[in-house]
């Protein structure tokens, strides 16, 4: 295990932690530990002069330290059942009189941790001796589901733990529903986080995760009145098995302060801060199936003991004396806080620095313990940006070589251009991030000052190349001329990266042609790459797909597939086979049902497993067009309501579902969840429709939930205005389940269809080079709904569902404000793709058939396949395989 160096405050140094937290001639007292603590480092040290923290030589130390990372735990069901036992009764304190199911799985999950521990310490032991280069993949989220069923399947332990648990009088399902989510993300950038993460643990590369641990998330979504609700996910309210904390690695965090040129140094400065804080590690163990590595995810929270003001707390200053930890805490509390006021905006540029600058101490204290150089960093770490958030680990690395390390400016640069690399994960201009340049020279006075001169350097090389270019310095530049000026951290990303990558084919083609254009002509084509997503097949098939994926095995003839997806091609030779066909239908039949009984204990609402389950499950957004899909329910309700009873008989049976959060301060988004909401409570509760017709809406969206989700269905729709998506993982994940794509030519939709065949997906909508010309129509013309949206749109107003003026702002977009994201013109191929889908779905024996063939097609869409690009073509590592 990794004991990076814990770096203190001296006590003659410490600074207040916010300004006026002390008064300037009372002296801070520095709490200090009663229990001397040897780190790592210090322990090697010991080891080596012969002295030991425990009166023994230092060969029975490691003796002691070998035999029992090397022996690993006996996997026969007795020692479980007594590792289950022991923690039960000696962790938690309980007996056969006072246990209940939570117990139950807190006792399992940690005897299932002690077998990971072991895992863990010998793959990082390994990884040093042998002085592995090392990924580290930096985003701000990290949406990694549940870990104990996860951990279980990785250690292919899941059986072996059902019976034990079952002789003690406890079914598994029931115990791995007591875990709660982490609530560390919100979307698809941090689930593809965590299956990449889970993607280099598999395959064998040295990587870590660093992130952020939240405290409450981004928040619980309740629905109140068809409303969603904020509420704080306090997910960290039992015991969490899976986190280790790690008081010994901490790093100081400056915020404010002023600068103090070194003397004789151009570039050289002191940063003095009244505001330092603590960020301490919390470290998230990652299995990998079929091998012994275990990757892991270190993420920081703020440390706030030494924060607390016994004088002011003594002078009867209750709100005062705890001021300091408040400050410190909330930077860490919860994930995306509102950025719609000022100090909103403030709070996310301290927690995204705060996340940057302790992961870049730690992976330098790492490295300077090999002893090399530092030039030799790009050597031993290769950094991935996952999106913009981690940009400030550009300038903050800089800092550190030339403040913390005396390196010359281009010394520095030369390392920081050679470690990291950078994934863009969008083609909206107003999702580009950008931060004042008032702010972050207030918050981040020595950071501004590096990007100005990192722009600086940069447009003189433009200079250089294009001289007289004015313009094309304007674009380009870092700094955009607006009013306050802007720094723009895509912009910072591709200048201090050496590879910048989309992630979906036409993504990255859309970025080279859009938004880095300028960057294509200055840096060269070959920087620009395309990375394609993927999903994990551990999680996303074999975790939640047992049924389909015991056939899988049978094709297949063993479980090797789980970390190869090419063998998965296997499948298209059965695909004519009678009985094989009758048990794949019997799996996904199965799931349906499982998903029905998900859907009525969590919303009260009954359906039909008969039915075509219509997913569309995704973060709420305008581009998403989660309003283009309620529209064609609302026009399916119509057309229902208008036949005869005998007509509505022959229909095919539908169930809409709908899951996902909206951004707390995203007002539209909002009300679209509402109009879902209202629209749903309308039909579910017309008894002329009965089961023909059902809208859900599934409240806080969660891995949890997808696992019920994706196996279940028949249609998941991806529906994104064309050159909007720049590439999705739901879609992936959904086909690898058996289900078949409803959707736009966009995204990762484009190349799923080359794959599996686009007579295996229902495309609809325009393309992505006629989306500007249409915006530009409808900028000067009022769009002219056809019969079908002008139906939905008469039944809003007309107060079928609820005060119809709620929505009319909805109904706005469309007819008043532009139609940005092309509803009116994509509607009507919309609704025929709808009919399309029933009309295959009615041929039972022609939908299976696609449902086989499109598993069997989607071997490139493994997040393997994904980090094996990265290792080769960005970060240039090779397998590490841990050996005794």
Request: proline letters at 4%; one cysteine or more; hydrophobic letters at 40%.
């Amino acid at each position: 295990m990794d004991r990076s160096p814990s770096t203190t405050i001296p006590l003659n140094t410490a600074k207040a932690t916010t300004p006026g937290m002390h008064d300037a001639n009372v002296p801070v007292a520095q709490p200090t530990s009663l229990k001397r603590v040897v780190s790592g480092a210090a322990l090697k040290e010991l080891l080596a002069s012969g002295t030991s923290t425990q009166s023994k030589t230092p060969s029975k130390i490691d003796n002691v330290f070998q035999n029992y990372s090397h022996s690993e735990i006996s996997r026969d069901a007795a020692t479980i059942k007594n590792s289950v036992v022991m923690h039960l009764t000696a962790t938690f304190l309980r007996t056969p009189a006072n246990m209940d199911s939570g117990d139950a799985y807190l006792a399992s999950a940690f005897s299932v941790r002690d077998r990971l521990l072991q895992r863990w310490n010998m793959t990082n032991e390994y990884h040093d001796r042998v002085n592995a280069k090392r990924v580290y993949y930096m985003s701000l989220e990290f949406l990694i589901g549940r870990t104990f069923d996860n951990a279980l399947l990785a250690l292919e332990l899941r059986n072996e733990y059902s019976k034990v648990l079952g002789d003690v009088g406890f079914c598994l399902e029931d115990i791995i529903d007591e875990e709660r989510d982490a609530a560390l993300g919100n979307g698809g950038l941090g689930r593809l986080a965590a299956c990449y993460v889970d993607s280099m643990a598999c395959s064998d590369y040295p990587g870590w995760g660093y992130g952020l641990r939240y405290k409450y998330g981004m928040f619980q979504q309740q629905i109140i009145n068809g409303y969603q609700v904020e509420a704080p996910d306090c997910w960290l309210d039992s015991p969490n098995p899976w986190e280790f904390p790690r008081p010994d690695v901490t790093y100081p965090v400056k915020f404010y302060g002023h600068l103090v040129r070194v003397p004789d140094s151009k570039h050289r400065f002191t940063w003095e801060s009244n505001v330092v804080y603590d960020a301490m590690a919390f470290d998230v163990p990652v299995p990998g199936y079929g091998t012994n590595n275990v990757g892991n995810i270190r993420l920081w929270s703020c440390k706030t003991n030494s924060l607390f003001d016994l004088n002011k707390f003594n002078a009867g200053d209750y709100a005062g004396a705890t001021g300091g930890q408040v400050a410190a805490q909330i930077l860490t509390d919860v994930l995306y806080p509102n950025d719609n006021t000022n100090e909103g905006k403030e709070l996310r540029l301290r927690q995204e620095y705060l996340f940057c600058s302790a992961t870049l101490q730690d992976i330098v204290a790492r490295f300077k313990k090999t002893g090399k150089p530092l030039s030799e960093l790009p050597d031993l770490a290769a950094i991935q940006l996952n999106d913009t958030h981690p940009t400030l680990g550009i300038p903050e690395l800089m800092r550190i070589l030339l403040d913390d390390e005396a390196l010359t400016w281009d010394e520095a640069w030369s390392i920081v251009t050679r470690t990291f690399a950078f994934t863009n994960h969008t083609i909206l201009p107003e999702a580009m991030e950008k931060w004042p340049v008032p702010m972050m020279d207030k918050i981040l006075p020595r950071h501004m000052g590096i990007i100005y001169d990192i722009n600086l350097y940069f447009l003189q090389s433009v200079e250089e190349k294009f001289p007289g270019d004015r313009d094309l310095l304007r674009r380009i530049s870092i700094i955009e001329e607006s009013n306050p000026q802007q720094v723009r951290m895509a912009f910072l990303a591709c200048v201090g990266s050496h590879k910048v990558n989309g992630v979906a084919a036409i993504h990255s083609d859309i970025i080279k042609q859009s938004i880095f254009n300028d960057f294509v002509t200055v840096q060269g084509e070959d920087k620009f790459i395309n990375k394609t997503n993927g999903v994990s097949p551990r999680r996303w098939m074999n975790g939640c797909n047992p049924d389909m994926s015991a056939l899988i095995t049978e094709v297949v003839g063993d479980r090797t597939w789980i970390n190869d997806l090419t063998k998965i091609k296997k499948l298209e030779d059965h695909v004519a086979d009678d009985d094989f066909r009758t048990r794949w239908s019997a799996a996904k039949q199965k799931n349906k049902q499982r998903l029905a009984d998900y859907i009525l204990s969590t919303t009260g609402i009954k359906i039909s497993a008969d039915a075509l389950f219509d997913v569309q499950v995704k973060r709420i957004h305008e581009y998403k067009r989660q309003l283009m899909n309620i529209f064609s329910v609302i026009y399916r309700y119509h057309c229902l309501k208008q036949m005869t009873p005998t007509e509505r008989a022959k229909e095919v049976s539908r169930v809409v579902i709908f899951a996902g959060k909206a951004a707390a301060g995203y007002w539209v988004a909002k009300q679209v969840i509402k109009l879902i909401n209202s629209v749903a409570e309308v039909i579910n509760a017309d008894a002329e429709i009965g089961d023909v017709l059902k809208v859900v809406f599934i409240p806080d969206y969660s891995v949890t939930a997808a696992e019920y989700l994706i196996p279940a269905s028949d249609i998941s729709q991806h529906i994104s205005t064309a050159g909007t998506e720049a590439s999705g993982t739901s879609n992936m994940k959904f086909v690898l389940n058996g289900g078949i794509i409803l959707g736009t030519v966009d995204g990762a939709n484009i190349e799923i269809g080359e794959e599996i065949g686009e007579e295996q997906i229902f495309f609809f909508g325009c393309l992505a080079h006629e989306v500007g010309d249409f915006r530009h129509y409808l900028r000067f013309h009022q769009p002219k709904p056809d019969e079908a949206l002008q139906t939905a749109f008469d039944l809003i107003q007309n107060n079928t569902f609820g005060d119809g003026a709620i929505f009319q702002p909805l109904i706005d977009s469309v007819l008043r404000g532009g139609d940005v994201y092309l509803l009116s013109v994509d509607f009507p191929s919309y609704i025929q793709a709808h009919k399309a889908v029933e009309d295959a779905y009615r041929n039972q024996e022609e939908w299976v058939t696609k449902s086989i063939l499109s598993v069997a097609r989607m071997a490139k869409f493994s997040s393997d396949r994904s980090i094996q690009e990265y290792a080769e073509e960005v970060w240039n590592i090779e397998p590490v395989r841990v050996t005794n």
